[in-house]
């Protein structure tokens, strides 16, 4: 892969990114990631990328409607800016609710997930499945445009499945109902994580709507965003599984759309350091809660190194912010 722009694609994507009222002074975002994209790892995305849009993990509406407090999913720290509440439900007026509420915590933006592979989602009408119900999507958009001053965005995928590739039809309505933005994760909803993203399909949408497009799936690297913002003519890119455990990412490629140089990557020591800060940053915001959940991301801290495999074999099984502590400063300690 080159890691070259050419020079007018360059030049456009110095330029801050309109969405409707909204100007970010970076084209790199970090997506919603369930069970990811908590307080905690934003923080540390957030220092790498400070300008960069960052999204909460996917908020149910439905839950926002029935519960008497909001989820902590929804919770914004101060100095989190830019930052945007990503709902999920199918029934407009919920999702209106949820919206103003998302805004009055502090959403910069609502996004509306229209991507969500997952059956438990889809079932319930929500998630990807809005992409065989474009009028149930169309009323969503147009209801939660009604009810805050915010831009709407949406986040979906190219379609069903290989026979129903609706994209192209469905981003036109998306645009008409009156999204701001719309972000294209370049798989259909059968593919779920499977096989490669289909870039060429951003290219197609991005010539028929006028509102930025967003290229979504497979952003793993510096080269990969430059390939995919060369190849699609996107306005900017959104990194996904390419941050688990490498809360660095946004930050890099924006670093090269910023200046056009690649930052060298950060050395074993710092990743695990940023391990270790992730670690102690979900204790004190979760507890023991927050130990579990450190597993899975200390594990893939875990990558690409001498001895990562035993560590992650280890630290997928601590019991304690000590036990992860000593892991972590034993394998610092040996680099
Ligand atoms: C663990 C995990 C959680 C995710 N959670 C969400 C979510 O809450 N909302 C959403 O729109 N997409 C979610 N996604 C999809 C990603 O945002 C992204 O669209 C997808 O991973 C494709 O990008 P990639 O190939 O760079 O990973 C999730 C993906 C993963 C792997």
């Known amino acids: 892969m080159s890691n070259r722009l050419s020079p007018a694609l360059a030049s456009k994507l110095a330029t801050p990114l309109q969405i409707g009222s909204v100007v970010l002074e970076s084209r790199v975002l970090q997506s919603p990631l369930s069970g990811v994209t908590d307080l905690v790892f934003r923080r540390l995305v957030r220092r790498y990328a400070p300008k960069s849009m960052i999204y909460t993990e996917m908020v149910s509406a439905k839950e926002i409607h029935h519960l008497q407090t909001l989820p902590q999913l929804m919770e914004i720290a101060p100095g989190e800016e830019p930052i945007s509440i990503q709902l999920f439900d199918c029934r407009p007026d919920f999702m209106a609710e949820a919206a103003q509420k998302a805004v009055a915590e502090g959403a910069l933006t609502i996004d509306i997930n229209m991507g969500c592979p997952v059956n438990k989602i889809t079932k319930k009408g929500g998630g990807s499945s809005l992409l065989r119900q474009p009028e149930v999507a169309e009323a969503i958009v147009k209801t939660v445009v009604d009810a805050v001053e915010v831009p709407v965005t949406v986040k979906t995928r190219l379609g069903w499945d290989d026979d129903q590739i609706t994209i192209l039809d469905f981003a036109r309505r998306m645009e008409a109902s009156g999204a701001s933005m719309l972000t294209l994760h370049a798989r259909t909803r059968a593919q779920g994580y499977q096989g490669t993203a289909r870039w060429e399909w951003i290219a197609k949408v991005k010539k028929v709507l ?55 990557p950060p050395s074993i020591k710092a990743r695990l350091q940023c391990g270790k800060e992730h670690l102690q940053g979900l204790w004190e915001y979760k507890g023991q809660r927050g130990i579990i959940q450190s597993r899975k991301h200390m594990a893939w801290y875990c990558k690409g190194f001498p001895g990562a495999a035993e560590l992650r074999d280890k630290l997928s099984r601590i019991e304690s912010l000590e036990q992860g502590y000593q892991l972590i400063d034993r394998a610092i300690f040996n680099y």
């Open 210 to 264: 006028s509102i930025p497009v967003i290229a979504n799936g497979d952003i793993f690297s510096v080269e990969a965003a430059i390939a995919c913002l060369s190849q699609t003519g996107a306005d900017g890119v959104m990194c996904s599984r390419g941050t688990l455990g490498y809360p660095f990412l946004v930050g890099e490629i924006d670093h090269f759309l910023r200046t056009g140089q690649v930052l060298p």
